[in-house]
Structure formats: structure tokens, C-alpha cells
């Protein structure tokens, strides 16, 4: 079965750090660009960042110079690195699978992140 | 960023019913159009792609179609599973922009 696993959110004050991790299993990880999209209440569904199969990576920019994110083949495992949040940055975020024609077709279940003092 | 909006906000409907969820791009993005179902708590999932591909295992009661700028959702027969929030997402750029999304629920 095809699984993305998202962990690592949580509750951080503004200005604080935050690493997500997600899990990959049912499919060939390296084969695929993966991305960050997240949904909050206010502003919907928003593509975050993403990351090629050979490592490129783009990044959305609400969180360019902020965010960063990686992926580790050999463990089947997408991050992302999230620095300086804000307030803004509260949301549920996704890992995504990328079908290689840059639309989404499998999604994690999410994890919240939350940014209050 | 391409600016995607979509009509209307919310829709009541009844079993049975077709409805038409219509997405307008703020500049042409030739079919580069996918179409989620999102249920409360859930992840969205692809329904559509390419504005008018069906994906796998999805019932033929959905169909899209539209070009360029403005698109159409439609769901003939609905069923009580198709009440949901429905989003277009667009992928003509990489950073991709999805609608506000469109509330299917029960009349």
C-alpha cells in the first residue's frame, strides 16, 4: 500500500524551529519529486515546497529564506525544516507525492503545526 | 503566483442531484487543472487531472472538462460519499495554486 507518514509537528513560540519528517513506503521513493503543501483555516490549501528526484528544490515565497527542504532515499524520507516561524505558519501540513507530471496524487495524513506564544 | 478562484463557495444539494463547481484561472493554463475531494479530517484526493482524466478508482459520476481558463466539476447522481469540499488545483506553474475551495452539502 502506497503510505506517506508525516510527523514532527507540534506547538512552537514565534521565532522558534521545527523539523517535519515524513515516511514513505508501497512505492519507489527515489522515483518521485515530493512536496510540502499545508492547509490552514484562513488561507486554504497552500503548496509550500518541493524537491526533485535529483534534489532540486523550489520553495513558495511565504518561506523562502526560511524553510528547507530534503530527502534522505536511502531511509524513503522527505523533511522539512522550518526556521523563524510566525504566526502565519500555523497549519496542517502535508507530505505529497508528485506523479512526475506535477500534479498530486497521494497525500499524508498531515501533522499540525501550530506558532503561538 | 496564478490566482484560482471557484464558484460557488458552498452548494446544498440533494441525493441525486447533478452539480457543477465552476474554477477560473487568472490566466490561461491550458488543461494543467487537477480537481481534490476533501472530507472533514482527511487528506484531499485526486479526482481528476489534466482537467478532464479520471483517476483510478474513481466513480465516472465525476467528470471535468475546460481549457485555458475557466473549468467545470461536474457530479451527475450525487451520493451521500460526495458530500464534501472540493479544490482545483492549478499546475501550469511550478508553485502550484489551488481555489478556495467549494463546500458540497446536504439541502
Known amino acids: 500500500e502506497v503510505q506517506l507518514v508525516e510527523s514532527g509537528g507540534g506547538l512552537v513560540q514565534p521565532g522558534g524551529s521545527l523539523r517535519l519528517s515524513c515516511a514513505a513506503s508501497g512505492f519507489t521513493f527515489s522515483r518521485h519529486a515530493m512536496h510540502w503543501v499545508r492547509q490552514s483555516t484562513g488561507k486554504g490549501l497552500e503548496w509550500v515546497s518541493g524537491i526533485g528526484t535529483g534534489g532540486d528544490t523550489n520553495y513558495a515565497d511565504s518561506v523562502k529564506g526560511r524553510f528547507s527542504i530534503s530527502r534522505e532515499n536511502a531511509k524513503t524520507s522527505l523533511y522539512l525544516q522550518m526556521n523563524n516561524l510566525r504566526d502565519g505558519d500555523t497549519a496542517v501540513y502535508y507530505c505529497v507525492r508528485d506523479t512526475g507530471y506535477w500534479y498530486f496524487d497521494v497525500w499524508g495524513r498531515g501533522t499540525l503545526v501550530t506558532v503561538s506564544s | 503566483d496564478i490566482q484560482m478562484t471557484q464558484s460557488p463557495s458552498t452548494l446544498s444539494a440533494s441525493v441525486g442531484d447533478t452539480v457543477t463547481i465552476t474554477c477560473r484561472a487568472g490566466r490561461s493554463i491550458s488543461t494543467w487543472l487537477a480537481w481534490y475531494q476533501q472530507k472533514p479530517g482527511k487528506a484531499p484526493k485526486l479526482l481528476i487531472y489534466?482537467?478532464?482524466d479520471l483517476q483510478t478508482g474513481v466513480p465516472s459520476r465525476f467528470s471535468g472538462s475546460g481549457s485555458g481558463t475557466e473549468f467545470t466539476l461536474t457530479i451527475t447522481s450525487l451520493q451521500p460519499d460526495d458530500f464534501a469540499t472540493y479544490y482545483c488545483?492549478?499546475?501550469?506553474?511550478?508553485?502550484?495554486?489551488f481555489g478556495q475551495g467549494t463546500k458540497v452539502e446536504i439541502k
Open positions: 488545483q492549478q499546475y501550469h506553474t511550478y508553485s502550484r495554486t
Open positions: 489534466k482537467a478532464s
